[in-house]
Antibody
Framework: EVQLVESGGGLVQPGSSLKLSCVAS????????MHWIRQAPKKGLEWIAL????????YYADSVKGRFTISRDNSKNTLYLEMNSLRSEDTAMYYC????????????WGQGTLVTVSS | DIVLTQSPATLSVTPGESVSLSCRAS??????IHWYQQKSNESPRLLIK???QSISGIPSRFSGSGSGTDFTLSINRVESEDFSVYYC????????FGAGTKLELK
């Protein structure tokens, strides 16, 4: 059974940093592209980052480019999202998701980890 | 970026009705559209991939159609468990989602 378990969320002040993790199981993690998708409270879904199965390519949404970094450790079956210079508008539930192909669809999602940016 | 416009924003129906939800892309995307259902406080669930391909474990009352710029998710005879928010997502270029359609009880 495919499982994705996010962690690392919490309450942080504007301008600070946070690193999220997503531990994968039930599939060959090193063979699949992985994504981060977020959802602000009472809002819709926003794709924010993609990393290829071998880390050869990374792509970001304009809203996070230059501030967020996606990475992975295939030896630990773990996906990461390092978030710097956090803003109030980054407050959201952050999901990791697996896609069978490069850009989707997202057949598997984690339960999410909540990031709140507030002073 | 490819913009996806979903309509209506809210759809009020009674159980047993059949409904159609629309998703329009700002440019042609072939059939690179996928549909998700999100219930309150849950992660999204994939319902339909590549416009019309079914997903294992999803009830057959859900179906999809369309190509190019206009896409439709149809629900045949809505059941009480279907009241939730539905999103479309394109994979023709870097992913984007529509704003969602909320299906609510009339």
């Amino acid at each position: 059974e495919v499982q994705l378990v996010e962690s690392g969320g919490g309450l942080v002040q504007p301008g600070s940093s946070l690193k999220l993790s997503c531990v994968a199981s039930g599939f060959t993690f090193s063979s699949y592209n992985m994504h981060w998708i977020r959802q602000a409270p009472k809002k819709g879904l926003e794709w924010i980052a993609l990393i290829y199965y071998d880390s050869s390519n990374k792509y970001y949404a304009d809203s996070v480019k230059g501030r967020f970094t996606i990475s992975r450790d295939n030896s630990k079956n773990t996906l990461y999202l390092e978030m710097n210079s956090l803003r109030s508008e980054d407050t959201a539930m952050y999901y990791c998701a697996k896609s069978a192909f490069e850009l989707g669809p997202f057949a598997y999602w984690g339960q999410g980890t909540l990031v709140t940016v507030s002073s | 970026d490819i913009v996806l416009t979903q309509s209506p924003a809210t759809l009020s129906v009674t159980p047993g009705e059949s409904v159609s939800l629309s998703c329009r892309a700002s440019q042609g995307i072939s059939t690179s559209i996928h549909w998700y259902q999100q219930k309150s406080n849950e992660s999204p669930r994939l319902l339909i991939k590549y416009a019309s391909q079914s997903i294992s474990g999803i009830p057959s009352r859900f179906s999809g159609s369309g190509s190019g710029t206009d896409f439709t998710l149809s629900i045949n005879r809505v059941e009480s468990e279907d009241f939730s928010v539905y999103y479309c997502q394109q994979s023709y270029s870097l992913p984007t989602f529509g704003a969602g359609t909320k299906l609510e009880l009339k």
